[in-house]
């Protein structure tokens, strides 16, 4: 069964969404109360011919492009998803030589996992072996200095106010450098695995305290 032809709505949303623009935006260029367009682009009032030659004048498009469905584009859902990151509501795993809180938890399937670290590490003998996961990671250095040690490149002292991004899938591990007792670090690590922060927390489950899962 084919999908059901996009409204006048649809379309305009879309195009206005592939261009950037606000509806005050959109509103502005094609002459049209952004009131109308608001109902319009939700399906709640339509627009006469004139109108619609109106805004293709207006946008510079020919009529047939302004009904035209980009090739295999498909528009994503607004899923409206917000959520506050307080150290108080994180997931936190505790040990001698870091500590974790990993924010917004009550969010499921996140791509993008943001997470605030006390390093107190001196050494990878006491950080540990180097850790994996799926994605890309940014480390962003809010107090003390660290030593970035990887894989494949050699360690890197980096200081407050710098960061650094990696290659989430290569070995990595974060210590302090000589002359600090900590370092707090703020983190994101995003990947198209929506499962990445079970794969997270799977990195030192024995160690994790006991707190709120994630809950949707």
């Given amino acids: ?13 879309t195009l206005r969404a592939r261009r950037g623009w606000t509806l005050k935006d959109m509103s502005q260029r094609c002459g049209i109360p952004l009131s109308t367009l608001s109902k319009v682009e939700h399906d ?4 006469t011919y004139d109108k619609l030659l109106q805004i ?25 998803r ?9 997931i936190r795993v505790t040990t001698p030589n870091y500590d974790y809180y990993y924010l917004c938890p009550e969010l499921r399937r996140k791509r993008m996992i943001p997470v605030l670290t006390r390093v107190r590490a001196r050494s990878l003998e ?7 996961h799926p994605g890309e990671e940014y480390i962003h250095v809010l107090e003390g200095r660290i030593v970035v040690h990887t894989e494949f490149y050699d360690p890197v002292v980096v200081n407050a106010g710098e960061g650094v ?8 591990g974060y210590v302090v450098a000589e002359g600090c007792d900590e370092a707090l670090l703020l ?3 995003s990947s198209a695995d929506d499962q990445l ?14 707190g709120r899962e994630p809950t949707r």
């Fill in 187 to 189: 983190g994101v690590c």
């Fill in 82 to 90: 917000r959520s506050i990151g307080r150290e108080q509501d994180a």
């Fill in 44 to 47: 709640r009032l339509s627009l």
């Fill in 165 to 172: 991004y990696i290659d989430s899938s290569m070995g990595h």
């Fill in 56 to 80: 293709s004048q207006r946008l510079d498009m020919r009529m047939s492009e302004l009904f035209a469905e980009p090739e295999g584009e498909v528009e994503r859902p607004i899923t409206a």
């Fill in 126 to 132: 006491e950080f540990g072996d180097l850790i994996r």
């Fill in 1 to 13: 069964m084919s999908a059901p032809h996009p409204t006048i709505g649809q379309l305009l949303r």
């Fill in 197 to 210: 922060m079970q794969s997270l927390l799977n990195l030192h489950e024995p160690a994790r305290e006991p």
